[in-house]
């Protein structure tokens, strides 16, 4: 028995991994969606965040095009709140990890790491990432202010 499908399954599966760990070229948008999708936030809502203090998945049936991607809401009232004013609940940088923009590059995120810092919302590639970040906040977000947009070329 040959061993090629399963070396072929391993590099599929390495490629697979490793594309998840960063955004890709290509996908480099101002709204991070990931690879697949056109869903911002991975389908949470962001005016949770600031609303009920916690991620809260979005619903389909509640959903809103901006800056290139759909975001989705937990309910009409968190979706008209966005609509008015999105800048004040987008995350910053596009929603791709907070830290990783601060150090020049982007990667993708999990939208339950996240942070409030002075009324705008920050997201993080992982805890272990955000615990790096959270070590000098207002020196990464200098930092990535600074390189943002930037890291998307």
């Not at 991975?42 to 959903?63: N, T």
């Not at 008209?80 to 995120?109: L, R």
Request: include cysteine; hydrophobic fraction near 45%; glycine fraction near 8%.
């Amino acid at each position: 028995m040959t061993r090629q499908p399963l070396r072929i399954a391993a590099l599929l599966f390495t490629f697979l991994l490793l594309q998840s760990f960063a955004a890709p070229a290509a996908a480099k948008e101002p709204v991070y969606t990931g690879v697949f999708s056109s869903l911002a936030v991975s389908g949470y809502d962001p005016v949770a965040y600031f609303v009920e203090g916690r991620p809260v998945e979005g619903r389909k049936a509640v959903e809103f095009e901006w800056n290139g991607a759909t975001w989705r809401f937990a309910n009409a009232e968190n979706r008209a709140a966005f609509a008015a004013d999105p800048e004040k609940f987008a995350p910053q940088y596009g929603g791709y990890c907070a830290w990783a923009v601060s150090q020049g590059t982007t990667a993708s995120t999990e939208p339950e790491v996240w942070r409030i810092v002075d009324g705008k919302l920050y997201l993080n590639y992982s805890k272990s990432v955000q615990s790096t970040w959270v070590r000098d906040i207002p020196g990464n977000i200098a930092k990535a202010d600074k390189n943002w947009p930037g890291v998307l070329e």
